[in-house]
């Protein structure tokens, strides 16, 4: 069926307001590019499995959705979210918590639960995440790990955009680290995201160089995107965000850090107490939407993926720079667009709010963050406030005035709100389409 004979179309023309000649353009945009959708679903496929497998290896019942408060000892159900997101993500043991507020909370945990005065942390990817960065104590923040005595290293990519093993090695014999942190998605940087198997490589060079060094993985965004995660390639730490890829949509709040069981309970220790660590922390009633958004995740996370090459394609059409490219691989769920204007980028996350469920009359303005160092405009009509696994947009104001695209709870409606999201984008800048 040709797409101008289709029922969306058609009623994306009459009940949306969209021009015949952009969706005309996003509908051929897809057609290019959905050849590689069967690829995606494959991977979907497969983690699938995996969940399903850890699922029943745990012998999870509805006995574990049962809500426990208070101090939360002898949670049941927090001992099976724990348990199975260990095996998910093929470590020792997992630390999953509503009370972590963010990734960057679980980062932290990580972090300080195990560093110390004197100890030295390393940057093998370059520069870290905007929040991170303040926790690090790259800029002046209360309680950093500077603050506190830990001291860091950045080694930046290569021009070819990998890791520069040279500096790496040099960095290493020179100079004794306790951790190194390596950021898996490309945050707010211009950079690419990395695979799995990059990550993995880059551990075992770390190790072979000092096997005592703790490797850490910011595993943000790119949970589900292939078909192993950061542990089965050598990751003494693996975490993350729940309310992105591995929350499904369906986690309202929270965090989880998977690794080595020692390295886990330190992290616990900071988290709670010394002495407390993982034994408390009621899960309130979140054990049951956890769990079903873990189970429901790998699909969310195909449809995401689908959502960005979609994004890239459309606007690999109109002329501007994407990263990746329609056809490039990709490493997790953002899909940078490069406007080099601040006008345009803004005008286009205010479109992707307009093609939201959720406040779609509501107009997203500059406003600073806590934790970065511009003004930074969001779009995020979703159902979980910040959840970035939902269609979603945000654009550090600062050149290239990139404006970095995520998440969609399924394809279809991901679809739908970019093609909205465009058109608004064309009609405010007066774009002529080819």
């Known amino acids: ?124 990817a370059g520069a870290p995440y905007d929040t991170l960065a303040g926790v690090v104590g790259m800029r002046a923040v209360k309680g950093s790990l500077a603050e506190h005595g830990v001291d860091h290293l950045l080694i930046g990519l290569t021009e070819a955009g990998g890791f520069d093993y040279k500096k790496i090695e040099h960095a290493i014999v020179s100079t004794k680290f306790k951790m190194a942190s390596i950021q898996r998605s490309k945050g707010y940087s211009l950079r690419r995201s990395f695979s799995v198997r990059e990550i993995g490589r880059l551990v075992s060079f770390i190790k072979n160089l000092d096997p005592k060094i703790i490797c850490m993985v910011d595993n943000c965004y790119g949970e589900f995107v292939e078909t192993k995660e950061p542990g089965e390639f050598g990751a003494d730490l693996t975490v993350g965000s729940l309310i992105k890829n591995p929350g499904g949509g369906l986690s309202p709040a929270g965090g989880y850090i998977c690794g080595a069981r020692e390295l886990v309970d330190a992290c616990a220790c900071r988290l709670t107490a010394p002495g407390l660590g993982k034994e408390v922390g009621p899960m309130l009633g979140t054990t049951a939407p956890i769990l079903t958004g873990l189970f429901v995740a790998p699909g969310v996370v195909a449809s995401a993926m689908k959502a960005s090459l979609l994004a890239s394609a459309i606007f690999d059409a109109l002329g501007f720079a994407t990263s990746p490219g329609p056809s490039d691989a990709r490493g997790c769920i953002v899909q940078t667009i490069f406007f080099n204007d601040r006008k345009l980028a803004e005008s286009f996350v205010r479109g992707v709010q307009k093609g939201s469920p959720v406040d779609c009359f509501a107009r997203p303005t500059p406003a600073p963050m806590p934790g970065y160092d511009c003004d930074v405009i969001m779009a995020a009509g979703t159902f979980t406030q910040g959840s970035s696994i939902e269609l979603s947009a945000d654009a550090p104001l600062r050149e290239p005035y990139a404006v970095y695209l995520q998440g969609g709870l399924n394809y279809h409606y991901a679809k739908l709100g970019v093609i909205i999201a465009v058109d608004y984008f064309i009609k405010e800048n007066g774009i002529k389409i080819k």
């Open 1 to 124: 069926m040709r797409h101008d004979d289709s029922p969306v179309y058609d009623a994306l023309i009459k009940n949306f307001g969209v021009d015949s000649k952009t969706a005309a353009l996003c509908f051929a945009a897809e057609e290019k590019i959905s050849a590689r959708f069967a690829a995606i679903d494959a991977v979907a496929e497969a983690n699938s499995l995996r969940v399903l497998y850890a699922m029943q290896k745990n012998k999870l019942s509805d006995s574990h959705f049962t809500s426990v408060t208070g101090y939360g000892y002898n949670d049941p159900g927090r001992e099976a979210v724990e348990n199975i997101y260990a095996d998910v993500f093929n470590c020792e043991s997992g630390l999953v918590r509503p009370q972590m507020v963010s990734g960057t909370h679980a980062l932290t945990a990580a972090l300080f639960g195990n560093l110390r005065h004197g100890d030295a942390l390393l940057f093998p």
